[in-house]
């Protein structure tokens, strides 16, 4: 069993032109400790030429698996094919849209999803807004409820979390199970307890500097 560190890379984005490619280093950077592990995928050849320096192992996306309809599952999947993983052996997945992540973070996500024996994980924050109070926007300035209810006290509406990606995990014998936002009846959930930079935009990443 072995644990292997992906870094999807995808070349185009629309929120912000190229984002991969700033972000790239300030994950890259903290992983020395586990560079024989770690697995790049992208389409784009300036993060293929970025990563000589890292010597992590670099897999050239195929078109296909490059597009915006492209779901994260879908490129794991590819993974697990061209490097041979095993069944047993588990995907921690690194999203480069979290800069602040540290090394140390991952351990102890890691380490919680090894105590509890699982098969996927995902991480969970505070909701900004209960979902209760959301609605769809429909035409003549109307909406509808995401969710059908008629409670009207806060304290009356369910239990709820944001599910995040700060860090994802997912045995490879699973990825069968989860879909396309890698969860699953068994994911287990990680509370990261504070907010965590999720760059999207120009404007996110700006706030780095």
């Known amino acids: 069993m072995s644990f292997y560190y992906v870094i999807p890379c995808r070349k185009n984005s629309k929120g912000f032109k190229y984002k991969n490619r700033f972000l790239f280093e300030k994950t890259a950077n903290k992983l020395n400790e586990i560079k024989e592990n770690v697995i790049i995928t992208s389409d784009d050849n300036h993060i293929e030429k970025l990563n000589i320096k890292y010597g992590f192992k670099f897999l050239k996306r195929s078109n296909d698996l490059s597009l915006d309809t492209t779901d994260i599952r879908s490129v794991l999947i590819d993974v697990v094919d061209k490097f041979a993983l095993k069944p047993e052996d588990h995907i921690v997945l690194l999203y480069?849209?979290?800069?602040?992540?540290?090394?140390?973070?991952?351990?102890?996500?890691?380490?919680?999803?090894?105590?509890?024996?699982?098969?996927?994980?995902?991480?969970?924050?505070?909701?900004?807004?209960?979902?209760?109070?959301?609605?769809?926007?429909?035409?003549?300035?109307?909406?509808e409820r995401i969710i059908k209810h008629d409670l009207y006290r806060r304290q009356d509406y369910p239990s709820c979390f944001f599910g995040s990606h700060f860090l994802s995990i997912v045995k490879v014998f699973y990825l069968k199970n989860v879909?396309?936002?890698?969860?699953?009846?068994?994911?287990?959930?990680?509370?990261?307890?504070?907010?965590?930079?999720?760059?999207?935009?120009?404007?996110?990443?700006?706030?780095?500097?």
């Open 179 to 209: 879909d396309r936002n890698l969860f699953g009846k068994d994911t287990i959930f990680y509370d990261l307890e504070d907010h965590k930079l999720d760059v999207d935009y120009e404007l996110d990443y700006l706030k780095l500097n």
């Open 96 to 143: 480069l849209t979290y800069p602040e992540r540290t090394i140390e973070d991952i351990r102890k996500i890691m380490d919680f999803y090894k105590s509890n024996n699982g098969s996927s994980l995902l991480c969970k924050e505070e909701l900004i807004q209960h979902p209760y109070l959301c609605f769809y926007d429909k035409k003549d300035n109307k909406g």
